[in-house]
């Protein structure tokens, strides 16, 4: 049974940093991407990122240069660091997985940031 965890989310001050981690349990998350999302209040839900099975990385417009995503394979983890945040970053942030058809979701965790 595929399980993804998200961590890590808070309260945080505009300007502040937050790390958000992804465990997951019954896939290996280096040999299968890994999305980040997230659904600000009232809006849909939108991709943040993402990391591939080889390591590359892509990100939104929105975050790009203030967020990065990593992978630690040995404890089937995806990070979500997020740097310099803003109050327009307030929203509950998934992970996602998607193999073999399947699309595996976290809880969400969630992220509010103060002005």
């Known amino acids: 049974q595929v399980q993804l965890v998200e961590s890590g989310g808070g309260l945080v001050q505009a300007g502040g940093s937050l790390r958000l981690s992804c465990v997951a349990s019954?896939?290996?998350?280096?040999?299968?991407?890994v999305g980040w999302f997230r659904q600000p209040p009232g809006k849909q839900r939108e991709l943040v990122g993402g990391?591939?099975?080889?390591?590359?990385?892509n990100y939104a417009n929105s975050v790009k240069g203030r967020f990065t995503i990593s992978r630690d394979n040995a404890k089937n983890t995806a990070y979500l660091q997020m740097d310099s945040l803003k109050s327009e970053d307030t929203a509950v942030f998934y992970c996602?997985?998607?193999?073999?058809?399947?699309?595996?979701w976290g809880q969400g965790t969630q992220v509010t940031v103060s002005s």
């Open positions: 990391i591939a099975s080889g390591g590359n990385t």
């Open positions: 019954g896939i290996a998350l280096s040999f299968n991407g």
């Open positions: 996602n997985v998607y193999s073999n058809g399947y699309s595996y």
